[in-house]
């Protein structure tokens, strides 16, 4: 046990441990936010939009990669897991022929090896896994839909959450401010999303007509 700790930890192979370490705190993260009524992967999937051209090469080059259209948490963790597993492999290939190569070389040919890998892997599970129509939905269409206040109040200050369905029934949290006008809306309050400024929603308090007839989620 102590050896293999050792080999993990070794200079050479440290950054596709870290990468490895990283895959073990972003699916606990999911898991967690999960539990407190939020999603890692959705909070990451609607505030970035990879299906259109954009001005930021980065985003460009995920948008390649992630042609298969998987969840970008998904994608994070394909890209993590095959960045750590191609990296061992090449430094355990290179220990046999000759002795492990210094980090940054080995990282550089397991990023070579990863992209493509990484590109075939999410194509194949974009073709097995559910469809979902929330995937679809960008966050402008969540504008002038009635939500519920979950973590509150909302006021001019730092924003709280509202879970809102989408229009194939899909809930969302979002960040949402209370508009310049409008008084504190308590936790439970049933808000109208009037606008959006990035990830971030201005709310007023909804009319009547305008609220659901099915019990709100804080009952």
Not at 4 to 30: C, K, N
Not at 48 to 61: E, K, L, M, V
Not at 80 to 85: E, P, V, W
Not at 146 to 157: F, H, R, T, Y
Request: hydrophobic share 50%.
């Amino acid at each position: 046990m102590s050896a293999l700790l050792e080999h993990v930890m070794s200079p050479e192979v440290r950054p596709f441990a870290i990468a490895a370490a990283m895959i073990l705190i972003v699916g606990s993260i999911e898991v967690v936010s999960m539990l407190v009524g939020a999603s890692l992967s959705e909070m990451l999937g609607t505030n970035i939009d990879f299906g259109h051209p954009s001005d930021n090469g980065i985003i460009n080059a995920i948008s390649w990669i992630n042609v298969g259209g998987v969840p970008l948490l998904i994608f994070l963790l394909l890209l993590l897991g095959a960045f750590s597993i191609t990296g061992f492999l090449i430094q355990d290939i290179a220990r046999l022929v000759a002795g492990p190569l210094p980090a940054t070389l080995a990282s550089v040919g397991a990023v070579v090896v990863s992209v493509p890998l990484v590109r075939a892997t999410s194509r194949a599970i974009a073709r097995v896994i559910p469809k979902d129509e929330s995937y679809a939905v960008g966050l402008g269409d969540l504008v002038g839909r009635v939500g519920e206040v979950v973590i509150g109040p909302l006021d001019q200050g730092p924003p709280g959450r509202v879970s809102v369905a989408d229009i194939h029934g899909n809930r969302h949290f979002v960040w949402a401010v209370a508009a310049p006008s409008s008084s504190p809306l308590p936790q439970g309050t049933m808000v109208l999303l009037v606008d959006r400024a990035g990830s971030r929603f201005v709310a007023v308090k909804a009319e009547d007509e305008l609220k659901p007839s099915k019990p709100s989620l804080s009952n």
